[in-house]
């Protein structure tokens, strides 16, 4: 849960319903866990989603905790702090 409250208060809102931040690959794979999907159903995005998540899963048993940038639709667990604009997004959900 450590690792989804991490990722929770690192991302911000981008537009519509995708969602953004610089995260660990333990962060990514939490977040996974936790329902988010890819933030468009278009086949390059959903590719791209799916890739992203095979490097974390392949940086995590390496150890690399290095963050990259990972876009998604929100999962179950809203973030706890969010920005005035991202708040009154999730208001309207």
């Known amino acids: 849960m450590n690792h989804l ?7 911000r ?4 319903r ?9 962060e ?3 977040l996974v ?5 890819p933030s468009m159903q278009s086949p390059d995005v959903v590719e791209s989603f799916k890739g ?3 490097m974390a899963e392949q940086d995590k048993r390496s150890g690399d905790g290095r963050g990259s940038w990972f876009y998604f639709s929100l999962g179950r667990t809203k ?9 009154e997004f999730l208001q309207r959900q």
């Open 28 to 30: 990514i794979l939490a």
């Open 33 to 37: 866990e936790d329902g988010v999907k």
């Open 52 to 54: 992203k998540v095979g």
């Open 79 to 87: 973030p706890d702090v969010v920005h005035h604009a991202d708040a």
């Open 18 to 26: 995708e969602w953004g931040g610089h995260l660990t690959p333990s």
């Open 5 to 11: 409250r991490s990722a929770l208060s690192k991302v």
């Open 13 to 16: 809102h981008i537009s519509g």
